[in-house]
């Protein structure tokens, strides 16, 4: 018997109406197959429980998580109990209840281990498992949360565990785009992409997948499938990359406002100070994005340019204060007001040019360049705000992707 993962997002199941239409979809699957059914809470839902959070000013991390998960709950009952109905055999299942254990990184907790045998066990008995995405228990028993957007998550993982056959996360677009189509809507949807690529494109903005949830596939060599819960069209593959029978330059461009940039101006120019910067910014878990060093006009000082997200520049730039006297820097100046750009292609790993063209069509725009950082297969540059719409449409159209 086939085994299926399928994941349905929080807009999937954001009414009764649309939660019945999940069951239609998985009682055509089920004649041949079993399936494990990963759901989100119903969309806005886990917002408005962060917006309680946030009107009690929470810092409890035990109660915060176990408040953000609730929406789950809701949803798989929901969806099993309609399922029943139809008389299918289903079981709603909590996070705790599988278990899927994880670490105790609240609120970006980590997956460690999936009970593979007890899902084996509930397999025997239902046709349907309906399990609750984005939460698990650590050792001590609490209720974690995996981050926002983790239920794609719960669901690679899952599938990982019981070697499934297929992993479907379904969503409320029909595939991953060469870019945003509310931002460009000549976008065009990509047939099939690779891991790696879906994996940049997720870290550097397209909102799609969790890019935890990419990572874990890739881990497991699992394919994945973007597909619409509405319309019936075919979605998006993610695949080894081996399976890429052509593989383009450039597959796609992703933009993000989600980083701040800091600037320390008049650093002494010598060994150690780099490592001093970022082991301080490390040892505080804050994640440095791109680096800029440059050599300032005295010629004996330098100045350092770096990123890191938006809710942490404010740490950031406390603790480099606080340590003046081991950096000895003159200024510290930050910029929120930017905007990173990236174009991915695993063709670009064997094709020069690929960052000429960026950087001249950004010029062209007239559009300055404030960092720069690459891969073997993404160029992102750093710009202002304001840019960004043209910047990703003239990119778009320079790399030949308007549809
Ligand atoms: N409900 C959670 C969230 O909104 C998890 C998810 O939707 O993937 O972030
Ligand atoms: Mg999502």
Redesign the pocket.
């Known amino acids: 018997m086939k085994l299926v993962v399928m994941k349905f ?2 807009t999937s199941v954001g009414s009764i109406d649309k939660i019945k239409n999940v069951a239609n979809i998985i009682e055509k699957q089920l004649n041949d197959k079993k399936l494990i059914v990963v759901l ?2 119903m969309s806005g839902v ?1 917002n408005q429980m962060q917006e309680y959070i946030d009107e009690i000013e929470s810092n409890e991390i035990i109660e915060n998580d176990l408040i953000l998960t609730s ?2 709950a809701v949803s798989v009952g929901l969806l099993s109990a309609i399922l029943k109905k139809r008389n299918i055999k289903s079981i709603p299942l909590l996070g705790w209840q599988i278990p899927i254990i994880t670490d105790s990184n609240h609120q970006k907790a980590k997956i460690l281990n999936i009970d593979k045998v007890r899902i084996d066990k509930y397999l025997n008995d239902y046709d349907v498992l309906v399990v609750a ?2 939460q698990g228990i650590d050792i001590d028993g609490n209720i974690t949360s995996l981050g ?5 998550t719960t669901a690679v993982a899952v599938a990982a565990a019981v070697d499934a056959d297929r992993c479907d996360i379904y969503t409320d677009v029909d595939g991953v785009y060469s870019t945003d189509p509310n931002l460009e809507p000549k976008a065009k949807k990509i047939s099939k992409l690779a891991f790696e690529e879906m994996l940049e494109m997720s870290s550097t903005g397209a909102k799609v997948l ?1 890019t935890r949830s990419v990572e874990l596939a890739m881990k497991n060599n699992l394919t994945l499938q973007v597909l619409s819960s509405i319309t019936k069209q075919s979605g998006t593959l993610v695949v080894d990359e081996n399976k890429l029978i052509e593989k383009e330059i450039v597959s796609g461009v992703s933009f993000s406002n989600n980083e701040s940039k800091l600037t320390l101006s008049g650093i002494a120019d010598k060994p150690g100070i780099s490592a001093t910067i970022f082991g301080l910014l490390a040892n505080n878990n804050i994640n440095v994005d791109m680096i800029v060093q440059n050599t300032s006009q005295d010629g004996v000082t330098a100045n350092i340019t770096f990123t890191v997200p938006n809710n942490e520049i404010h740490n950031a730039k406390k603790i480099l204060e606080e340590n003046q006297n081991l950096i000895d820097f003159k200024s510290i100046e930050t910029d929120s007001n930017i905007s990173k750009i990236s174009v991915i292609g695993m063709g670009m790993m064997s094709q020069s040019g690929v960052a000429k063209k960026m950087f001249t069509t950004l010029a062209d725009n007239s559009i300055n360049i404030l960092a720069i950082s690459t891969s073997e297969i993404k160029i992102s540059v750093l710009i202002n705000k304001k840019f960004t719409k043209i910047a990703v449409k003239s990119l778009h159209e320079a790399y030949n992707l308007d549809n």
Do not use: K, L, Q, Y
């Not at 926002?148 to 794609?152: I, K, P």
């Open positions: 997002g929080g989100s809470a886990t929406g789950e995405g984005f926002r957007g983790g239920s794609d969790h």
